[in-house]
C-alpha cells in the first residue's frame, strides 16, 4: 500500500492550497481517509476525514470552515481544499486510511510520508 501526499509549499497568511493524496495497492473505496498535521515538537493532530463514500465528513474545530476534504474514488485520491491559511497552520501534512472513521492519529492502518506546508505571516 501507497499513500502519496502531494501540493504542500510555501504560502502567505491568507492564501490557499490543495493538498492531494494518491493511493495504490488498497481498494480505495473501502476505506476511510484522513488527514492529519504535525508542528515541530507538537503531536500530530487530527485535521480532517471523509467517509468511504465521500457523504460524510468531519474536521477540528481549528480548521472548520476553512478546509474541505474530498475524494474521488475513480481517481483513487483524497484533497484537502486550504483556505484563509493562518502561520499556526504551518506543519507537516499526512494523509492516513482505515476502514473506520477515526480522530485519533494511532487508529490508522496505513500513512503517507507527509508534504510541508508552511504559511508566513
Known amino acids: 500500500v501507497q499513500l502519496q501526499a502531494s501540493g504542500g509549499g510555501l504560502v502567505q497568511a491568507g492564501g490557499s492550497l490543495r493538498l492531494s493524496c494518491a493511493a495504490s495497492g488498497l481498494t480505495f473505496s473501502s476505506y476511510v481517509m484522513g488527514w492529519f498535521r504535525q508542528a515541530p515538537g507538537k503531536e500530530r493532530e487530527f485535521v480532517a476525514h471523509i467517509s468511504q463514500s465521500g457523504g460524510s465528513t468531519y474536521y477540528a474545530d481549528s480548521v472548520k470552515g476553512r478546509f474541505t476534504i474530498s475524494r474521488d474514488n475513480g481517481k483513487n485520491t483524497v484533497y484537502l481544499q486550504m483556505n484563509s491559511l493562518k502561520p499556526e497552520d504551518t506543519a507537516v501534512y499526512y494523509c492516513?486510511?482505515?476502514?473506520?472513521?477515526?480522530?485519533?492519529?494511532?487508529?490508522?492502518?496505513?500513512w503517507g510520508q507527509g508534504t510541508q506546508v508552511t504559511v508566513s505571516s
Open positions: 492516513a486510511a482505515d476502514q473506520m472513521p477515526r480522530m485519533q492519529a494511532v487508529g490508522y492502518r496505513y
